[in-house]
């Protein structure tokens, strides 16, 4: 199955896809989403390589991949080939079972911190 079709019914009879729970969890935007895909579809890529094939200025492509590798789903080398000036840094995905593995902890974690509510702690949502 195709995972950006894979959906989860919530109790309210709403679908959320795999980009909804992810912006959830860790807070991915769209644009940091279309990052991560082309990095694990197309391989390693530079800002300016995710620039072009994405069509997006390099400002986004900045802060999303910065928000990617603080997260842990993708990783900064430097380029071996750049000579002299600003280094220039090749951006890739982790590798996909590690990323899998990491996305599926996180969840579980969240499940259990909203399933481990006790009444008291319900109580406060009370008006007195």
Same mark, same amino acid.
């Given at each position: 199955m195709e995972v950006q079709k894979l959906k989860a019914r919530l109790p309210s009879g709403r679908e959320v896809g795999l980009v909804e729970a992810l912006s959830f969890c860790?807070?991915?935007s769209?644009?940091?989403?279309?990052?991560?895909?082309?990095?694990?579809?197309l !391989?390693?890529?530079?800002?300016?390589?995710?620039?072009?094939?994405?069509k997006l200025s390099k400002a986004s492509i900045n802060?999303?991949?910065?928000?990617?590798?603080s997260i842990g789903f993708v990783e900064r080398v430097k380029d071996q080939g750049s000579k002299g !000036?600003?280094?220039r840094y090749?951006?890739?995905a982790v590798e996909a079972d590690f990323l899998a593995e990491k996305m599926s902890k996180d969840?579980?974690?969240?499940?259990?911190?909203?399933? !481990?509510?006790t009444p008291g702690e319900l109580k406060s949502f009370q008006k007195t």
């Open positions: 860790y807070d991915i769209d644009t940091d989403f279309q990052i991560l895909k082309a990095l694990i579809n !391989g390693p890529k530079t800002e300016d390589d995710l620039a072009s094939v994405l802060r999303s991949v910065n928000k990617l590798i !000036g600003r280094p090749i951006y890739k969840f579980e974690y969240c499940a259990k911190l909203f399933s !481990g509510l």
